[in-house]
């Protein structure tokens, strides 16, 4: 179909559809995978002392000591 065939509420609906689009793949694409890791060497401290988190990163938590340690968020 030609765009001269193309009426004012279907031009309406696909920009309006594409608008949406792009908002949401601008929005999920910008979710971080990076990854941290913190380590428990054996002298009751933590490694780095301390540590920024954001919403989507993963955090790897390494004991080294003969001591169990547990993690609360």
Same mark, same amino acid.
């Given at each position: 179909?030609?765009?001269? /065939? ?24 910008? !979710?971080?995978?990076?990854? !941290? ?8 401290? /933590? ?27």
């Amino acid at each position: 179909m030609s765009p001269e /065939f193309y009426d004012r509420r279907t031009v309406l609906r696909l920009s309006t559809a594409t608008l949406a689009m792009l908002s949401t793949a601008g929005c999920l694409g910008g !979710q971080s995978s990076s990854a !941290q890791t913190v380590t428990m060497p054996g002298d009751l401290s /933590f490694e780095p002392k301390t540590a920024t988190i954001e919403p989507g990163e993963t955090v790897t938590w390494t004991n080294e000591s003969d001591i169990d340690h547990t993690v609360t968020a």
